[in-house]
């Protein structure tokens, strides 16, 4: 069993299932069956690099500069055909290279069920709990969610749409709450081999009762495409443009000259390099992305570039 101290002092114990019982499970074998149920134990492990002119992180991703590790384990479960489970466990850390801000270190966990409705339609079930991540309205805070996404391909074509809802407790003095929804579709069209181009649009929404400068409403639209470049090494090149907006409900812009509720958006164009399989063995990501931020508060609208680097092991 993992544990470790947060920076509350509080002792972390895995979520439900120990990382390391499903690490030890992810090297014995790869899959096996017992009578008609094939299970496949998964272990995922990564280095990541941040270089970036952002202050504080905008989304669950982490944006801010520092360094971190990432684990995760899973299970993948066929109990028939087209009926499949997955449960996984994660821990990571990452350490702002600001001075001022402490060391964050999360985990968290979820279960999911997979079904094949026909040969074009499948249905996802998930359940997620995430512990001390980073939040668009508060630098810190856990989170619950469950999601249902309805997913129809055929041939090269796939359109998914997604509606979760999210129950966050913010680590605050106040102790704040907050819940609310996310929509999410996507169209992807395939032309080969890690060769896609795909278009995604969500909306989201978070209320808070007890703390309502955390309360806001956010858009985003993004585009993707993914071209390989060399076949042998797996790599590709992927860039991508994406607009955000998003505005709160009781925050007063700093600065603006009539005294408005904020509103923020951003325009970001970037590019990514990817090497190794989307399965199994090594794999390694580099990316920019410059964002073209306007905000009617005095301190939020300043333009930001973003760098990253990631490499890890799929065993």
Known sequence: ??????????????VSVSL??????????????????????TLRVELRGIVSDIDLDQDEEIDSSGIGARAEAGLDIETSRGTRFRVEANASVFDYRDEGRET?????????????LSEQWELRLRLRRSENVALLEATSGDQTSAA??????QGNDRIRVEADYRWREYDTTAQGKGDGYRLYAQYQRRFGSYHWLYLSARVEDIESENDPRRSYDRRVIRLKYSLPIER???????????????????RIARGDPDGDLRKDHFFAPGVELAVGRDSRGPFARASVEYRLRSSNDVRRGHDAIRAGLTVGYRF
């Open 148 to 153: 249902a996404r309805l997913q129809w391909q």
């Open 232 to 250: 042998s090494l797996r790599l590709r090149v992927r860039p991508w443009i994406e607009y955000r907006e998003w505005d709160y409900d009781s």
């Open 1 to 14: 069993m993992i544990s470790f101290a947060n920076s509350k002092g509080r002792t972390i114990h895995g």
């Open 20 to 41: 390391a019982a499903l690490a030890t499970m992810a090297g014995a074998s790869n899959a096996h069956a017992q009578g008609h149920v094939e299970v496949d134990p």
């Open 104 to 116: 964050r270190e999360s985990y968290g966990g979820a279960v999911e069920w997979n079904q094949e």
